[in-house]
């Protein structure tokens, strides 16, 4: 996993963010539709819910980005995730569809990243639960959302008997 240190250029930040798809695609090697579904971890999500959970939050974060790029100090609204799992259906979803969707949602911010100028990085939003946050803050919630979560989806494969 990478390391998602405040201090590093915001070029390594945006390649950590953009390599987020190989690890995310490597975590997901060789998982069937049925293995995804199983839950191998008693009281945890399956690899598909998890996956499912990647790829909405990564349209949280999508936007957050781009709003603070393009809009001037905008209000970002927090977000309380407990019932998206039931209420969207995440176990109901295709793994293939949901890994696809975050893929997609990476290569759009990759170019939108890299395109920002030095001073863009000192943009500011402003968030319900947590206050002022800058562009270079919310580009690091998404790398350490997947580092997170790529811990447990890891644990998965190993209690699914797959190489990790």
């Not at 939050?57 to 970002?76: G, H, M, Q, S, Y």
């Not at 890299?114 to 639960?129: F, M, Y």
Request: charged residues 25%.
């Amino acid at each position: 996993m990478q390391s998602d240190d405040e201090s590093l250029p915001v070029a390594a930040l945006i390649e950590q963010y953009v390599n987020g798809v190989s690890l995310l695609s490597q975590a997901l090697a060789g998982i069937t539709d049925d293995q995804a579904r199983m839950r191998p971890v008693p009281g945890k999500w399956s690899c598909l819910e998890l996956v499912a959970h990647l790829a909405g939050a990564e349209i949280f974060f999508t936007d957050r980005i781009e709003r603070v790029i393009a809009l001037d100090k905008p209000l970002l609204v927090g977000v309380d995730e407990r019932d998206y799992p039931a209420r969207i259906g995440y176990q109901d979803l295709v793994l293939a569809d949901e890994s696809a969707l975050f893929i997609a949602l990476r290569a759009h911010m990759k170019t939108v990243l890299r395109r920002q100028p030095p001073d863009a990085w000192q943009r500011v939003a402003i968030h319900t639960e947590t206050g002022m946050v800058t562009l270079r803050q919310l580009l690091l919630q998404p790398i350490r959302h997947l580092n997170h979560h790529l811990v447990f989806l890891l644990e998965k494969r190993k209690a699914l008997g797959l190489a990790n």
